[in-house]
T-cell receptor
Framework: EIVLTQSPGTLSLSPGERATLSCRASVSVRSDYLAWYQQKPGQAPRLLIY???NRAAAIPDRFSGSGSGTDFTLTISGLEPEDFAMYYC?????????FGQGTKVEIK | QVQLVQSGAEVKKTGASVKVSCKAS????????MTWVRQAPGQGLEWLGW????????KDAQKVQGGLTMTADTSTSTAYLELRSLRSDDTAIYYCARDNVVTPMFLESWGQGTLITVSS
């Protein structure tokens, strides 16, 4: 199965700062079949990005995705208070679909 | 709007079975797929499997030791996940999520989650 490794495990930043989250795949993810999700405590995950760089409906443009092959990045251009949460990447190129272990973005 | 409403929390004994339901509304259920994901306490997300509501095709991650069965009832727009021979490490929140009808892809709409607690 494709293993996704997210880094860093925890990102401590202040509101307004830029967050850069990494997701590295064990093998190349074809067709950029890579998604990003945000999860807050006690809530279901929410889709942010699909196809590596396409924002899902109603997602603010401060969220952007990039990358291809084995290296993908989620960037939050200016952190708002509601952005402090867990973030997961997911590949949907091959079965079984897999998630990364997550990156926690916390308030510094 | 798309809504997925899951059944309530359950406590089960080791070795028992459990069936989680996920009632869909706001879209054409039979023209979609459903994926199941679980999250153990304090842990990350684990993809369990997908079913095409249209033709019954399935993909299973083989993550559940005791086995799982995914089914759907188009007459009630409800998907089901049954877990058998439950173990303590099956304790988790189980989510359903609307997916593609042909092959599992990204997950745009999620249920609220169902907590399954397994104890001896």
């Amino acid at each position: 199965e494709i293993v996704l490794t997210q880094s860093p495990g925890t990102l401590s930043l202040s509101p307004g700062e830029r967050a850069t989250l990494s997701c590295r795949a064990s093998v190349s993810v074809r067709s950029d079949y890579l998604a990003w999700y945000q999860q807050k405590p006690g809530q279901a995950p929410r889709l942010l990005i699909y196809g590596a760089s396409n924002r899902a409906a109603a997602i603010p443009d401060r969220f952007s995705g990039s990358g291809s092959g084995t290296d993908f990045t989620l960037t939050i251009s200016g952190l708002e208070p509601e952005d402090f949460a867990m973030y997961y990447c997911q590949q949907y190129d091959r079965s079984p679909r897999t998630f990364g272990q997550g990156t926690k973005v916390e308030i510094k | 709007q798309v809504q997925l409403v899951q059944s309530g929390a359950e406590v089960k004994k080791t070795g028992a079975s459990v069936k989680v339901s996920c009632k869909a509304s706001g879209y054409t259920f039979s023209s979609s797929g459903m994926t199941w994901v679980r999250q153990a306490p304090g842990q990350g997300l684990e993809w369990l499997g997908w079913i095409s509501i249209y033709n019954g095709n399935r993909k299973d991650a083989q993550k559940v030791q005791g086995g799982l069965t995914m089914t759907a009832d188009t007459s009630t727009s409800t998907a089901y996940l049954e877990l058998r021979s439950l173990r303590s490490d099956d304790t988790a929140i189980y989510y359903c999520a609307r997916d593609n009808v042909v092959t599992p892809m990204f997950l745009e709409s999620w249920g609220q989650g169902t907590l399954i607690t397994v104890s001896s």
